[in-house]
């Protein structure tokens, strides 16, 4: 190692020890030193820094390495840990450091092992029930493992798309299956032991990790209470209001007690008001405690189903960056801040192929355009009358949701024609999202004669081709358009 001697006290030294040896250095400056000694300890002394790449402070070169080392470890990343064998899960995980939404998704898909896959044969007319029962069997790879979709009796290879639409049509499923309550105002899992014991709840909770991970849209369905459950593990009792009760019984129960207008009338319920836990006697001015039981008592028996969905979500340490920044994660799981995707969101990400302008081509290819836009905005409407009715038969019902009727909606056109039914959440992914809009003329020349084609789509690269022959009236648009969203969602071309 090369050696240097300190020009104020002459003491020998590694060259590396001199910086900082210089600045600690009582020894008296020599007046008999020579120039070139002088030359040398100012050199060494103004030697270059170098900036840290983890806490961005300066440091002489030959110290930056130790300092990296030692910096390294007070830095928080997400690091699995050895794997749990019994589950091919992650055991834990220590914490990113996330302070908004799009840093939650990124920490998340640096957690998804590329080297190996997670293959699934479904069957897309039975999910999401066959889905998760095929991935509780799954035992020979992990869900950490990147997602590859095959459905039964298509032929379509799954580059991206089919996962994207299996996660749609799985989180959406769930949704209706698995949980209840009015539209847009959160939803609480639904009261079945059946699917606690088969462990179903664990598995949904493993598809939303999976979902959020790889591309899949966000469970933001959510009642603040549950999601305060699945980040700290505890129900805050306090909180819990006839707001956050979502089971038509209880709803139901609750209209009863408010509404009685006499003991008589009240004691009609008594032995539904003691079954929910209460235990005082049942008088006119007690209401508030007999509707404070039944709140609790819809609530807290929920409690095993959201230990399972936790449970599940501990893939990808999910459930530990949801516990370290809860708001970072909010909107990903209650409604109010996810984007729905609408006709402007569609129309704005289309790129159509137009002919060369001025042409007879050109202008039949933008009246198509325009009927596009006319039957989402059409489909928008009635989406949002159906929704205010939702709400005032909700209100009759005391808040809680009924089935919907399989009407056609705006999400569905997206996922028919990307194979996602959500608004890209990162900003790259939104900046990058296009479906390019193409234009047959000649089908009937290559076909022969015929009297109807349907649009073309290919999900992987977001292209959608129309038949211009076919599609001459706004009437003749609607309705080829309707039918292929309704029955063309298979991945029958490759």
Known sequence: MPKKICSQCNEVMPLQMLPVHINTCKGKFSPDETDDEESELCIVKSK?????????KDFPEDEITVHASLCGDSFQCMVPEENDQTTGTP??????????????LRCLEQQVDTTTEFKLCVDREDLPDRGILQLQRKKSASPTSVLRVVFIGEAGVDTGALRKEFLSDMISG???RFFEGPENKGKNPKYSLTDLDNENFRTVGEIIAVSLAQGGPSPAFFKEWCYNFLCSGEVDFSCLSKEDVADVESSLLISKVEDAADIQSLMMWADEIVSCGYTNQIKMDSKESMIRAIVLHSTTRLIPMLQQLRKGMELYGLVNLMAVNPEACHSLFVPGKILKPDADFIMMSCQPHFSEKGTSRERTERKIINFLQDFLQEIEASEKTSETFSNVTDGNTGGAGGEKSESLAVQHVLQWMTGQSHVPILPDEKRHFKITCKF???CKERLGDHSICYPVVSACTCTVTFPVQHLDTYTAFKTIMSTAVRYGGGFHRV
């Open 48 to 56: 270059c820094k170098v900036i840290c790449p983890i806490c961005t």
């Open 174 to 176: 769930i949704e209706s």
């Open 440 to 442: 047959d003329h000649e």
């Open 91 to 104: 055991a834990q995980t220590s914490v990113c450091t996330t302070d908004s939404v799009e840093d939650v």
